[in-house]
């Protein structure tokens, strides 16, 4: 029992050593630190209080003009800044802020801002935490801005590429019109796999207080290479509300185009269902249904369509008298 009781006592101790020596990384203690001004004639060093044993920076600045400029807590045995700020000279790398690896001195979470005035003068900044081994952003938010398009990304990222995994993706490349994609996206391509696309309209130039216009809205799978819907659902809404129209079912990955499935017009007047040209997206085969406001009110149509013009070649029309007329090679057939 006494050997036990010893035991824990040298555990106990051990335990309070390493919590004390982990504390005195984060808060050094000031006793054991001297104010100093280590800087050569051309502004080169370090400035700050420094460790009067060992003689190195534990909180200040480490300045090299020409290159970088660290400003911060260090810390004490790899020299490495460990939570502060950092600003670059040259390079495309401008700024980093926040915690840092104290074996690698890399940043770990926090903001990292880059400039390329190579590249249509783009800028980038990202914020949230880091892989250590690749230095990607793997959480939180990736900014990109040039004189052509901007382009924002809020979520996960792949620690391997950097791409985007899954979150909310903002794209504009005119001040009227906006792309959201919202979902979980392709690593290699970085375009939406499933989820929701929205493309908005923006009417500022007609009246400053409307709305942004949800102009289209996909919803559902998206092929990875070409971004388009492959099953799911479309909501077209233009301005002109007789034209707005709703698609369900399974889309061409090269065109977007409705292939099977249906379609259906908001006015409540037009309805296809069957199959549609891929090319242009009219039907093919299946049902049309048109209910007219006035004469000749219902009518409905089922058989083969001109996948150029879209009008009944083989099949039957319904009227709502009860009448039907049978079509063969695009002309009816009374007889």
Known sequence: MKKFVLMLFVL??????????????????????IESDRLDTKGNGEIGKFDKKTGKLIEGRRISKHII?????FDEKTGHLISGDIQYFSGKLKFESGTFDP?????IEGVRKTEHPD????????????????????EGYYDYSSNYSALSFTGSFDPKTGNFMEGRLVQSNTEHISFISEGKFDIKTRKL???????????????PDLEPLELVVLEGKFDSKTGNLVEGTMDFNPPNDDEAFRSEGIFDSRTGNLIKGMKKYAIETKLLEGIFDPKNGNLVEGKLTLNYRHDPGLRIEEGKFDSKTGKLKNGTVTYEDGNIVVYKNGEPNRH
């Open 12 to 33: 106990l101790i051990f335990t309070n050593f390493l919590q004390a020596e982990e504390e005195d990384k984060i808060n050094p203690n000031m006793d054991n630190l």
């Open 69 to 73: 400029e660290k400003s911060g807590i």
């Open 103 to 107: 074996k690698s001195g890399k940043l």
């Open 119 to 138: 590249i249509n003068y783009s800028y980038i900044e990202e914020s949230g935490k880091y892989d250590i081994r690749s230095g990607y952003l793997t």
């Open 193 to 207: 796999k499933e989820g929701k696309k929205t493309t908005l309209q923006y009417r500022k130039h007609i009246n």
